[in-house]
Each structure stands twice: as C-alpha cells, then as structure tokens.
C-alpha cells in the first residue's frame, strides 16, 4: 500500500490543486455556442455543411463528424483526402484516420487499402471491435467483413500526376500546396464533443508511411471535459509532440482555443529550430463552442459552421506574425 508520503508526491508531480482551478476556469457558462463544427481547409466547407445536416436536428457530434469528412472522402478534387488522394512512392493510395467521442471512445486505421472511407472503418473498429487501431491488410479484411466494398482509389488525376513525379522523384515538402488531411471537430446541442480526421497522407511518401491523422493524441484528442483539437501538416512534429493532446491539456489550464493552438506551434518551433521550412497547424474547439487556430506558416486556413451561417477563416501564423 502506498504510504502518505508517496500520495504526496504524486500530487504534487500531477498538480493536483492545479487541475483543480482550472476545471473551474472551463465551467460552462450559461450559455454555450452551441452545436457548432469547425474543419481544416477550404474543402472543410461543404463537409461542414453535412455535418450541421445532424448537428442543427439535434443528432450526436459523432454522427456529424463522420457524415461530414466523408464528403472529402469521396471527392476526387480533394487530391488529400481519400478517393482521388495521392498516392505513395510506388503509386499506391493508402489512407489513415480517425475518430473520437465524448467518452473517450476511439477508433483508428492506418496503411488501409482499397476501402473509400476509412474513417466509417475507424468508427467501426471503435464500436464493433476491442481495439483501437488496426492496419494494413488486416484493417481491409475487418472492413470487407463489416460491408464495405473494395475499389481502385487512384483517379486517372493522381495517376498521371504520380507519373510525372517519378521522373525526377523530388520529396514532396508538406506546406501550403501539400496539406495533408481533413479534421473535424463538432460540438452538439448536448454539449458533447466528437471529433475525426482523415487523409490519403503525404503525396509520394515511402511506402508504409504513416503520419499523425491516425493517432490518437497526435492528429485528433477529445476531452470532453475541456474541448477538441485536430491537427495539419508536418504529421511526424504531430507524432513527437502529441500535439493534439497538448492542444487539449493547454485549455484544461485556461488557454483559449487559439492561445492553446499557438503555444503548441511555437513549443515546436523552438524545439525543431529549423520551424520555417515545415508548416505545421492546430484547429481547437472548447466545450463553451469557442474555436480558434494556429499555424508555422501563412495560409492555412480552417471552416465554422454555427446558427449564423458559415465562415472560412485564415489562421493566423507565426511566420505571419513576424512579417
């Protein structure tokens, strides 16, 4: 049995009277912005538009999160995302996502093939399964036994383009012109929070490759205590600063969306030095329906959808900020 002395200790390490204050800090008010849903990028519009299909009836943000990236899921002009995506090295289209909800329910698959909504995979792997992650051709078998149907998902687009990549096989930087993925966070008339992310991943990247979207902490946390933070770009800074997570924790201790998401870009641009060659991004959305963004580099730009009506919102940057 533990002694006095060591619960002390561990209080202390955890910061106890800490946590405290600021659960009271994030006590709701009496009137929260809510249902509202936020998604990263242009193509984070029409998405939110099913999306607030669910939210504005009064569904659960689960159900929104998923109606809603499966837009871009099966878009191919969304070149990033799912059907249409580009493909690895070796002309493959592989997808990662995943999705969470109010009860720290999580699902996630990675290195899938051949399936065009990985994340109605994810959700299933969370409902239907013990796990939370399962990859490579084992996420297929799991998705072809629950009723999903196997299809080509490289376009003759991404095809041609995969081509002429290979004659000069440059790596494809991760930055404005190459984001890679959709996150979605939603809020619903109950004050529950879900969120979702899903992407076709880096263009061109080495076969197996996966990056942050499909871990939980990294590309997408849920707190429904505090809020929501989904996460863009560099998915390997994601992956070693469990940026998502970090988003989430700096809200618990008060930070707005927006202060959250920016403490969180510049604790990794200090960590990485070399900050301005990469672009890296976190949208974040508390249980009061306040939102906000951060990012490395200009451009990155994120969609609100709320009773008002609809928004597509430029981020503000750290590079911006230093123009």
Same mark, same amino acid.
């Given at each position: 049995?533990?002694?006095?002395?060591?619960?002390? !200790?561990?209080?202390?390490?955890?910061?106890?009277?800490?946590?405290?204050?600021?659960?009271?800090?994030?006590?709701?008010?009496?009137?929260?912005?809510?249902?509202?849903?936020?998604?990263?990028?242009?193509?984070?519009?029409?998405?939110?538009?099913?999306?607030?299909?669910?939210?504005? !009836?009064?569904?659960?943000?689960?159900?929104?999160?998923? /109606?809603?990236?499966?837009?871009?899921?099966?878009?191919?002009?969304?070149?990033?995302?799912? =059907?249409?995506?580009?493909?690895?090295?070796?002309?493959?289209?592989?997808?990662?996502?995943?999705?969470?909800?109010?009860?720290?329910?999580?699902?996630?698959?990675?290195?899938?093939?051949?399936?065009?909504?990985?994340?109605?995979?994810?959700?299933?792997?969370?409902?239907?399964?013990?796990?939370?992650?399962?990859?490579?051709?084992?996420?297929?078998?799991?998705?072809?036994?629950?009723?999903?149907?196997?299809?080509?998902?490289?376009?003759?687009?991404?095809?041609?383009?995969?081509?002429?990549?290979?004659?000069?096989?440059?790596?494809?930087?991760?930055?404005?012109?190459?984001?890679?993925?959709?996150?979605?966070?939603?809020?619903?008339?109950?004050?529950?929070?879900?969120?979702?992310?899903?992407?076709?991943? /880096?263009? =061109?990247?080495?076969?197996?490759?996966?990056?942050?979207?499909?871990?939980?902490?990294?590309?997408?946390?849920?707190?429904?205590?505090?809020?929501?933070?989904?996460?863009?770009?560099?998915?390997?800074?994601?992956?070693?600063?469990?940026?998502?997570?970090?988003?989430?924790?700096?809200?618990?201790?008060?930070?707005?969306?927006?202060?959250?998401?920016?403490?969180?870009?510049?604790?990794?641009?200090?960590?990485?030095?070399? =900050?301005?060659?990469?672009?890296?991004?976190?949208?974040?959305?508390?249980?009061?329906?306040?939102?906000?963004?951060?990012?490395?580099?200009?451009?990155?730009?994120?969609?609100?959808?709320?009773?008002?009506?609809?928004?597509?919102?430029?981020?503000?940057?750290?590079?911006?900020?230093?123009?």
């Amino acid at each position: 049995m533990r002694s006095r002395r060591d619960f002390l !200790k561990l209080s202390a390490l955890l910061g106890v009277t800490g946590l405290f204050k600021s659960q009271q800090v994030l006590a709701a008010p009496a009137k929260a912005n809510k249902p509202v849903v936020v998604s990263t990028w242009e193509h984070g519009m029409p998405a939110n538009e099913a999306a607030w299909q669910v939210l504005s !009836k009064g569904g659960r943000a689960l159900d929104a999160v998923e /109606a809603g990236v499966r837009v871009p899921e099966a878009d191919p002009k969304v070149r990033t995302v799912g =059907y249409g995506g580009y493909p690895d090295k070796n002309g493959i289209v592989t997808l990662d996502a995943c999705i969470m909800d109010e009860h720290m329910n999580c699902g996630s698959v990675a290195f899938l093939q051949n399936i065009k909504h990985p994340i109605s995979v994810a959700r299933a792997v969370m409902e239907k399964t013990p796990h939370v992650m399962l990859v490579g051709e084992g996420a297929k078998q799991f998705a072809l036994s629950q009723g999903f149907v196997e299809e080509d998902l490289l376009t003759a687009e991404s095809k041609a383009d995969w081509l002429a990549w290979q004659k000069d096989q440059q790596l494809q930087l991760i930055n404005i012109e190459n984001h890679d993925t959709i996150g979605m966070l939603a809020l619903d008339a109950d004050g529950n929070l879900s969120g979702a992310c899903t992407t076709s991943g /880096a263009a =061109y990247k080495m076969h197996g490759r996966v990056g942050d979207s499909p871990i939980i902490g990294a590309g997408l946390y849920v707190d429904n205590e505090v809020g929501a933070a989904t996460a863009t770009g560099m998915g390997e800074l994601m992956i070693k600063t469990v940026g998502s997570h970090l988003v989430v924790e700096l809200m618990r201790q008060g930070a707005s969306p927006e202060q959250a998401c920016r403490e969180a870009v510049e604790r990794i641009a200090r960590k990485i030095g070399d =900050y301005a060659a990469f672009q890296v991004g976190f949208l974040a959305l508390n249980r009061q329906g306040q939102y906000g963004a951060f990012c490395i580099q200009p451009g990155f730009n994120y969609a609100v959808r709320q009773h008002s009506g609809s928004q597509l919102i430029d981020g503000k940057s750290l590079l911006g900020a230093k123009a």
